[in-house]
Each structure stands twice: as C-alpha cells, then as structure tokens.
C-alpha cells in the first residue's frame, strides 16, 4: 500500500529566505509523486509531478524537489519566499490504480 | 482551455436531506474523480469514473454515490445527510487513466454545509 507523510505541519518563513517542507512516503512500486498547493478558499494546483524521469523536478513558481528513493523523500524547496507563497501544501502519491493519497498538508506562512 | 467547474460552490443543508454536486472537467478529459476535505480527515478520495464507469471507490458508506454522462460530466450524491458530511468537496479530471501518472487537475470545490 501506499502512503505519504509529510513531517511538518506547520512551517513558517520570512520572505526572501529559503522554503523546504518535507515529505516522506511509502510504496512498494516507483511511485508517481505530485506536490499541490491550495490558498485559502480555493482548489488545489499542481506545483510539479515526479514520474521517474529526472530525479529533480522543477515547478511552478520558483518551486523544485528531489526524489531521493534511498530515502523515501520527496521534499519541497524554493530558494526565495513571496508572500504570495503563503498556502497549504499537499505531497501526494498516486496508486497504480491512479487513486491520489495525500499527505495531512503542510501550512506555509511567510513573515514580510 | 477552461478549467474544472463545480456548481453549485457553496450549499447549506439539514440532516436527512439527500445533495446533488455538479461537476464538469477539462475538455477532452474523460476521467473524473471526486475528493472530501475536512479539517479532521483531510483529502479523501470518495470514488473515480471513466466512460461512464465507476473504476475506483474509497472507504465511504453506500450513501455516497456518483455517476458520469457520455459528456464526461459528473455529479456525486449524498443521501440521508450528517452532520459529518459537511466538508469541502473537490472534483478532478485527468485525460484517461493512466495508471498512477496521469496528472488530476482540481476544481473550486463545493463548500457543504449539513445543519
């Protein structure tokens, strides 16, 4: 089965310094990893996608993050917080079945 | 292209009465699957449909229930209303099913309130 756990929370920043929430997750096949992010009272979108191409993958916004398979982890990183960053974020893996698990999210708050 | 569009978004009901959401996805996009937010639970997935076929069901009772047209449109009902159902309701379409790496694209979500 699979399943994905992020480890924070919780993370607060201030703006212009790095951003890195994490996320380990458990599958027994090479999973398809997806972080996604909501701002309040909104859908989720997607930031970036794994699928066993490149071990890093790059997003949207500035956002990048590193499959690491010795690891289990799936972590989230930008170099630089906007204040516009301030959201929820979900580390999600995906079944073979195509059913989405998510992660119990993650809050981002930026500080000005 | 326009996104995936959920009506209605917000819906104030009491318990026992049975609900009604409306979802359509992406053009093109043949897969629809449907999610419930709760603060307690989080994002759990409720079911899936592809060519007007449930593929895919989650841990939710049998009052929960949900149908896809030959347009792709899909809606989920839910019967005999609790007050544990009220949570945020995401819907979300993909091309086809992919086995695990096709990418789900989400809708605004209906906001249900049960009284």
């Known amino acids: 089965a699979q399943s994905v756990t992020q480890l924070d929370s919780h993370v607060s920043v201030s703006e212009g310094t790095p951003v890195l929430l994490r996320c380990n997750y458990s599958s027994s096949y090479s999973p398809s990893l997806f972080w996604y992010v909501q701002h309040p009272n909104k859908g989720l979108q997607l930031l970036l996608k794994?699928?066993?191409?490149?071990?890093l993958v790059k997003g949207i916004n500035g956002f990048e993050a590193e499959f690491k398979k010795s690891e289990t982890s799936f972590h989230l990183t930008k170099p630089s917080a906007h204040m516009s960053d301030a959201a929820e974020y979900f580390c999600v893996v995906s079944n073979q079945g195509g059913k989405l698990i998510f992660g119990q999210g993650t809050e981002l708050s930026v500080k000005p | 292209k326009a996104g995936v569009t959920q009506t209605p978004r917000y819906l104030i009901k009491t318990r026992g009465q049975q609900v009604t959401l409306s979802c359509s996805p992406i053009s093109g996009h043949r897969s629809v699957s449907w999610y419930q937010q709760t603060p307690g639970q989080g994002l759990q997935f409720l079911f899936e449909y592809f060519s007007e076929t449930q593929r895919n069901k989650g841990n939710f009772p049998g009052r929960f229930s949900g149908r896809q047209f030959s347009n792709s449109r899909s809606e989920m009902n839910v019967s005999t209303l609790e007050l544990g159902d009220s949570a945020l309701y995401l819907c979300?379409?993909?091309?086809?099913?992919?086995?695990?790496?096709?990418?789900?694209?989400f809708g605004p979500g209906t906001r249900l309130l049960v009284l």
């Open positions: 979300a379409s993909s091309l086809s099913i992919g086995g695990g790496q096709e990418t789900q694209y």
């Open positions: 794994y699928t066993s191409a490149a071990t």
